[in-house]
Structure formats: structure tokens, C-alpha cells
T-cell receptor, first 115, second 116 residues
Framework: AQSVTQPDIHITVSEGASLELRCNYS??????LFWYVQSPGQGLQLLLK??????LVQGIKGFEAEFKRSQSSFNLRKPSVHWSDAAEYFC?????????????FGQGTTLQVKP | GAVVSQHPSWVICKSGTSVKIECRSL??????MFWYRQFPKQSLMLMAT?????????EQGVEKDKFLINHASLTLSTLTVTSAHPEDSSFYIC????????????FGPGTRLTVL
């Protein structure tokens, strides 16, 4: 069965520091991969997505993610974190690819940003 | 663009009553809408897929008679929690896929349901 694992439940970084949020997936073929951010009172916002092609994907708000097939990973990165980035981050996989009705989410990672 | 709204944003009801939650795509037509449930500090679990003009498809373990879904138009889907009980208290989130753009879901802000 398809699954998504976000190993880090909670991460704290200092403002201005770099960030990497981990995501591992289990799927037999090349999946469609997503990163969403959830802020209190707001809906999940799509940061970026990977379907095919260049394995380094650029998203909004300065985020990027790299698809590594050999490691079944799709880690999210940002070179310099801002206080406004504090939120809940979810990695998700569409399974099967193209059928976006079956979004399987990871457990989420809570990002706290220290001043 | 691609804004999805939900109403109400929060609701408190008595046990045994029914509650209706609306999900609207404001600036696009959505052939497919989805309903998720999110428990505190947990991930989103897909409850059902709603296609305009047809019956919803429920995920395994979701009671279709308890969670009634109607997708009467290309911009509106409703979730009715019937005979609500305290264990139905949760955060309900909808999402929508634009017609012709089946690769991305856009999410509503969610509805917090508390059943007393």
C-alpha cells in the first residue's frame, strides 16, 4: 500500500537558518508528489509539486524540493527561514499518479521558528 | 485564483442533531471535490470523493449514511453529518480539482465541528 512518512514531527529552527523537512514515500511507480503548508485558520496551500522531469522543483515562498528515486524521498528545503514560515507542513502523494482523488498525506511536520 | 471556501468555519451542535457543511469553489468549476477529516495534531484522512451529478465514493471505513455528501453543482459540495455524536467532533476539510486541471487539489480553510 502507498504511504508517506515524515520522520520529524516537530522542528525548530532559528530565523535566517536553513531548513530541510524530510519526506519518504512508498509507491511502486513514479508518484505525483506534493508539499502543502497549513497555517491556522487557512486552508492547505500548495508549495510545490513534482510529476516528472527535473528532479529539483521550485515552489512558492522560496521553497524547493528534490525528488530522489533511489531514496524514495522528496525533501523540502529553504535556504533562509522567515518567522512567517512557522506552520504545519504536509507531504503528500497522489496514488495512482494522475488520480488526484487519492492524496495520501504524511503525518505532518510542525515548524517552529525562533527569533 | 483557485479559491475554495467552506461554511461555516466552526460549528457547535448537540448530540443527535445534523450539521451541514458547505464547500464552494469560488473562481473555478470543480468536477471533483474531496472531503477530508483531520484529528488534532494528525494528518488528513480522505473520507470521500464527490463528483458533480453522481454519487460520492466513500473510503473504506467511512459510514456513508452518517456522512452524506451531495455535489449538486460544479461549484458546490455539501457534507452533512447526520445524528452527530461527540466522536464526530473533528476538523473537516474539503478540496476541489478544477475541471480540466486534474493534477492539483485546492483546499478550503476547514470547518471545526464540536458535538456536545
Amino acid at each position: 500500500a502507498q504511504s508517506v512518512t515524515q520522520p520529524d514531527i516537530h522542528i525548530t529552527v532559528s530565523e535566517g537558518a536553513s531548513l530541510e523537512l524530510r519526506c519518504n514515500y512508498s509507491y511502486g511507480a513514479t508518484p505525483y508528489l506534493f508539499w502543502y503548508v497549513q497555517s491556522p485558520g487557512q486552508g492547505l496551500q500548495l508549495l510545490l509539486k513534482y510529476f516528472s522531469g527535473d528532479t529539483l522543483v521550485q515552489g512558492i515562498k522560496g521553497f524547493e524540493a528534490e525528488f530522489k528515486r533511489s531514496q524514495s524521498s522528496f525533501n523540502l528545503r529553504k535556504p533562509s527561514v522567515h518567522w512567517s514560515d512557522a506552520a504545519e507542513y504536509f507531504c503528500a502523494v497522489a496514488a495512482p499518479p494522475g488520480n488526484t482523488g487519492k492524496l495520501i498525506f504524511g503525518q505532518g511536520t510542525t515548524l517552529q521558528v525562533k527569533p | 485564483g483557485a479559491v475554495v471556501s467552506q461554511h461555516p468555519s466552526w460549528v457547535i451542535c448537540k448530540s443527535g442533531t445534523s450539521v451541514k457543511i458547505e464547500c464552494r469553489s469560488l473562481d473555478f468549476q470543480a468536477t471533483t471535490m474531496f472531503w477530508y477529516r483531520q484529528f488534532p495534531k494528525q494528518s488528513l484522512m480522505l473520507m470521500a470523493t464527490s463528483n458533480e451529478g453522481s454519487k460520492a465514493t466513500y473510503e473504506q471505513g467511512v459510514e456513508k449514511d452518517k456522512f452524506l455528501i451531495n455535489h449538486a453543482s460544479l461549484t458546490l459540495s455539501t457534507l452533512t453529518v447526520t445524528s452527530a455524536h461527540p466522536e464526530d467532533s473533528s476538523f473537516y476539510i474539503c478540496s476541489a480539482t478544477p475541471a480540466g486541471g486534474a493534477d492539483t487539489q485546492y483546499f478550503g480553510p476547514g470547518t471545526r465541528l464540536t458535538v456536545l
